[in-house]
Nanobody, 123 residues
C-alpha cells in the first residue's frame, strides 16, 4: 500500500509561481511512475505531468508544457511540481498519483491517489 500526501497549494497571482510536493510512504517497487492530475469545478480530472521514479522520462500536458516542471527526490520519496507563469485557468485541485504504468493517459492508469491540494490563481 502506498500513501501519498500533497502539500504546497494555495492562492497565487497570475504570472506567479508555486511548488507542490507529494510525499510517498509505504513505497511499492511495482510503482514506476509518479504523476499529477488536476480537476477544476465542473470539469473532468485531467493529466498534468508524469515522471518515472528513475527520472529518465517526463511527460507534460500541452497546456502546461514550458511552464510546469515535474521532478523527484528519491532520497525523500517526494515528487514535486514546480508551477511557473501560472494562469487563472490553472485553478484546480491538484492530485498526486502513483502508477505501475508508463505513459499515463487517464486517471484509471493510476493505482494510488493523494487527497488533493487546492491551487487558486487570481487574475
Amino acid at each position: 500500500q502506498v500513501q501519498l500526501v500533497e502539500s504546497g497549494g494555495g492562492l497565487v497571482q497570475a504570472g506567479g509561481s508555486l511548488r507542490l510536493s507529494c510525499a510517498a510512504s509505504g513505497r511499492s517497487f511495482s510503482i514506476i511512475t509518479m504523476d499529477w492530475f488536476r480537476q477544476a469545478p465542473g470539469k473532468e480530472r485531467e493529466f498534468v505531468a508524469a515522471i518515472k521514479w528513475s527520472g529518465s522520462s517526463t511527460d507534460y500536458a500541452n497546456s502546461v508544457k514550458g511552464r510546469f516542471t515535474i521532478s523527484t527526490d528519491n532520497a525523500k520519496n517526494t515528487v514535486y511540481l514546480q508551477m511557473s507563469s501560472v494562469k487563472p485557468e490553472d485553478t484546480a485541485v491538484y492530485y498526486c498519483a502513483a502508477s505501475r504504468r508508463w505513459p499515463i493517459i487517464q486517471p484509471s492508469d493510476n493505482a494510488y491517489w493523494g487527497q488533493g491540494t487546492q491551487v487558486t490563481v487570481s487574475a
